[in-house]
């Protein structure tokens, strides 16, 4: 019995309590997540890297193929739409406040074949 189990691989178990998100606890930099057990198109593996524990951040590998990267890059780039249109980013929930020491730009698709899938 004591074989069967080394030859297991490493089980982590997670209890969350109600009404609260999971959150990957990583333990170290480096580690991987397979997520195996997510149905995906074309049997692509999905799977997270932790790229640093404080802050967490975790890089998603095959979130989506190249031709969908190219396709919502093309969108956010000839978006006119004010609310979605690639522009710095702002802060605050009260109108657009943009912050000196946030120096991303954003753009949103929302309504294009590849972001609906």
Do not use: Q, W
């Not at 209890?15 to 397979?34: N, Q, S, T």
């Not at 951040?57 to 739409?81: K, M, P, Q």
């Amino acid at each position: 019995r004591a074989k069967e189990c080394a030859e297991r691989p490493e089980l982590h178990l997670y209890a969350v309590p109600v009404g609260r998100l999971f959150m990957f606890a990583p333990d170290h930099v480096g580690e991987v997540f397979a997520l195996d057990h997510l149905d995906r198109p074309l049997d692509i593996p999905l799977s997270l890297t932790v790229l640093s524990l404080s802050p967490r951040v975790l890089e998603v590998h095959n979130f989506f193929t190249g031709e969908e990267a190219d396709d919502i890059v093309a969108r956010a780039l000839t978006e006119t739409s004010e609310t979605h249109k690639l522009k710095r980013s702002s802060t605050g929930r009260s109108g657009y406040n943009v912050n000196p020491t946030r120096t991303s730009d954003n753009a949103f698709d929302t309504h294009s074949k590849t972001a609906m899938d």
